[in-house]
């Protein structure tokens, strides 16, 4: 028996007709197939839409990303995060929601377990196949798919919710594929995050605030809320600080001395301060 992919709203990548699952495949009428791995995720980038062979994160940064969560140290962040879900989508019927940069697959995976989200079309996009890999391995009702935010192979007008969580969004692609009251929740690092590494691994910390939304003012959206969350999660051992360098940006941009005092470390208390900003496509006057 074949896994049967839940989201019907999948479009082919190259032609943008319509996907419907024949046996192991996703098919469009123009003939373009694309097998479900064995795992029962699909691989919706086309090798023409790759810009290296191996895009997104390598399996090290995914393996310690999923090391990390699983430990729960980040588990306030999706707590909040479902509770603004739960939220906004309480009154949709079968919402489709978007993971757009899933990852290893840990905020969607909870996110699942709201009652806002029992009957919906849950989708987990990222560009790695090695993050993919591991979030199929963590829900089978969930549509995992290795694609791009540049190009999310789904219908237009047919998303309630595009979620990004640490990832990188593009407003003019997402406006598309969202529903007339369709929105975009962004969850970012804010100034204090991780306040205690950077000053370790940094000479210097640059303390910036959220990147602004120009780009979404520019396509219609407007912010609708705003929020943010400050934690102190257990003090981190020795491995949780290695794995928390490995999957960061932190572990390349780190001075070479930066990076000695990191691997010193036998346990780290860092700061979590997160921002949730929640964008929705403004209406015609
Ligand atoms: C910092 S990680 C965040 C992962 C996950 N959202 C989380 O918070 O655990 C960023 C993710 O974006 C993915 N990514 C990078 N470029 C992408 C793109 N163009 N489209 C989709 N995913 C992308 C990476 O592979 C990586 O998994």
Same mark, same amino acid.
């Given at each position: 028996?074949?896994?049967?992919?839940?989201?019907?709203?999948?479009?082919?990548?190259?032609?943008?007709?319509?996907?419907?699952?024949?046996?192991?495949?996703?098919?469009?009428?123009?003939?373009?197939?694309?097998?479900?791995?064995?795992?029962?995720?699909?691989?919706?980038?086309?090798?023409?839409?790759? *810009?290296? +062979?191996?895009?997104?994160?390598?399996?090290? $940064? @995914? =393996?310690?990303?999923?090391?990390?969560?699983?430990?729960? #140290?980040?588990?306030?962040?999706?707590?909040?995060?479902?509770?603004?879900?739960?939220?906004?989508?309480?009154?949709?019927?079968?919402?489709?929601?978007?993971?757009?940069?899933?990852?290893?697959?840990?905020?969607?995976?909870?996110?699942?377990?709201?009652?806002?989200?029992?009957?919906?079309?849950?989708?987990?996009?990222?560009?790695?196949?090695?993050?993919?890999?591991?979030?199929?391995?963590?829900?089978?009702?969930?549509?995992?798919?290795?694609?791009?935010?540049?190009?999310?192979?789904?219908?237009?007008?047919?998303?309630?919710?595009?979620?990004?969580?640490?990832?990188?969004?593009?407003?003019? *692609?997402? +406006?598309?594929?969202?529903?007339?009251?369709? $929105? @975009? =929740?962004?969850?970012?690092?804010?100034?204090?995050?991780? #306040?205690?590494?950077?000053?370790?691994?940094?000479?210097?910390?640059?303390?910036?605030?959220?990147?602004?939304?120009?780009?979404?003012?520019?396509?219609?959206?407007?912010?609708?809320?705003?929020?943010?969350?400050?934690?102190?999660?257990?003090?981190?051992?020795?491995?949780?600080?290695?794995?928390?360098?490995?999957?960061?940006?932190?572990?390349?941009?780190?001075?070479?001395?930066?990076?000695?005092?990191?691997?010193?470390?036998?346990?780290?208390?860092?700061?979590?301060?997160?921002?949730?900003?929640?964008?929705?496509?403004?209406?015609?006057?």
């Amino acid at each position: 028996m074949p896994h049967q992919i839940a989201a019907q709203n999948l479009i082919c990548p190259l032609d943008q007709l319509p996907l419907s699952q024949v046996n192991n495949s996703l098919c469009c009428p123009s003939g373009h197939t694309f097998d479900l791995a064995k795992q029962g995720y699909v691989n919706l980038l086309p090798v023409q839409k790759k *810009r290296s +062979k191996d895009p997104g994160d390598s399996k090290e $940064m @995914v =393996l310690a990303r999923q090391r990390y969560l699983d430990a729960g #140290i980040y588990q306030p962040i999706s707590e909040r995060l479902n509770q603004i879900c739960q939220q906004i989508l309480a009154d949709s019927i079968e919402p489709c929601v978007i993971d757009a940069g899933c990852g290893e697959g840990y905020y969607l995976n909870r996110l699942a377990s709201i009652p806002a989200l029992a009957s919906a079309n849950l989708i987990g996009l990222d560009i790695s196949k090695w993050a993919v890999q591991a979030a199929s391995k963590r829900n089978k009702k969930i549509t995992w798919l290795v694609g791009t935010n540049a190009q999310i192979p789904v219908q237009p007008n047919s998303v309630d919710l595009i979620v990004c969580t640490f990832g990188f969004y593009d407003f003019a *692609r997402f +406006k598309p594929l969202l529903k007339a009251n369709g $929105m @975009v =929740l962004l969850v970012e690092s804010g100034e204090e995050h991780l #306040i205690e590494l950077r000053e370790l691994i940094y000479p210097e910390v640059q303390r910036s605030n959220v990147p602004d939304l120009a780009a979404a003012y520019a396509e219609g959206f407007e912010l609708v809320d705003q929020q943010s969350i400050q934690f102190k999660p257990n003090t981190l051992n020795h491995e949780q600080v290695t794995d928390l360098l490995v999957m960061t940006p932190h572990l390349y941009r780190a001075s070479f001395e930066g990076k000695q005092k990191a691997a010193a470390l036998t346990e780290l208390s860092v700061t979590a301060d997160v921002v949730y900003r929640l964008l929705k496509i403004k209406p015609k006057a």
